[in-house]
């Protein structure tokens, strides 16, 4: 299987700044699009941004101009560089990919969660 693993959340104050990444690894994989969502307290999970694998993003409305996502396949990594960040920015972000991996000589699809982090946005 795939295990993503996001980092880079904390405590900000508003407008402040904020860099998540998300790093996969494990077995052979063939990532396609990527995405970043959020869920705060007593809300569904929503979706923040996603980008494909040749690196278009598209964004949520309350997002644009403040959040940039991007991707480096190289190294099997996504970003979310989050600026002018407000109280409603506060959620367990979470990052998210779609695709397929390699097990027994076969493959299989892929939709694989990151464990979230968390981004507090208070002064």
């Known amino acids: 299987q795939v295990q993503l693993v996001e980092s880079g959340g904390g405590l900000v104050q508003p407008g402040g700044s904020l860099r998540l990444s998300c790093a996969a690894s494990?077995?052979?994989?063939?990532?396609?699009?990527m995405a970043w969502y959020r869920q705060a307290p007593g809300k569904q999970r929503e979706l923040v941004a996603t980008i494909t694998s040749d690196g278009r993003p598209n964004y949520a409305e309350s997002v644009k101009g403040r959040f940039t996502i991007s991707r480096d396949n190289a190294n099997n990594t996504m970003y979310l560089q989050m600026n002018s960040l407000e109280p409603e920015d506060t959620a367990v972000y979470y990052c998210n990919a779609n695709g397929r991996y390699r097990s027994g000589g076969r493959w299989y699809p892929l939709d694989s969660w990151g464990q979230g982090t968390q981004v507090t946005v208070s002064s």
């Open positions: 494990g077995s052979i994989f063939s990532i396609n699009a």
